[in-house]
């Protein structure tokens, strides 16, 4: 059984920086994908980041939103999924959830598709 525990989150000005952590229990990297989510009430969730097949070295993917300022990494030893969010904007204020798909051959961003989830954290971005 996989399952997911964020951290990290918080309050913060625009244009500063937090690492919400991932910690993911009975999850093995290879062949899976594990993703960060954010959601806003009354919005759909939608997808930040993906980190798929530790096979392939371009193994990550961001939408255009995010794209240059959020960095997913992961440190298997230590079953953590990091999530660098530099220059941020309030836009970006929401719960984000961490995510784990398996099998997953190939990234997504379709939240129904991934069959664990963690809690969430909140971050908020002020002007």
């Known amino acids: 059984q996989v399952q997911l525990v964020e951290s990290g989150g918080g309050s913060v000005q625009a244009g500063g920086s937090l690492r919400l952590s991932c910690a993911a229990s009975?999850?093995?990297?290879?062949?899976?994908?594990l993703a960060w989510f954010r959601q806003v009430p009354g919005k759909e969730r939608e997808g930040v980041a993906v980190i798929f097949d530790t096979d392939r070295a371009d193994n990550t993917r961001y939408p255009d939103s995010v794209e240059g300022r959020f960095t997913i990494s992961q440190d298997s030893a230590k079953n953590m999924v990091y999530l660098q969010m530099n220059s941020l904007k309030p836009e970006d204020t929401a719960m984000y959830y961490c995510a784990a798909r398996t099998p997953c051959l190939t990234y997504s961003f379709n939240s129904a598709s991934y069959n664990y989830w963690g809690q969430g954290t909140q971050v908020t971005v002020s002007s």
């Open positions: 009975g999850y093995t990297y290879r062949r899976n994908c």
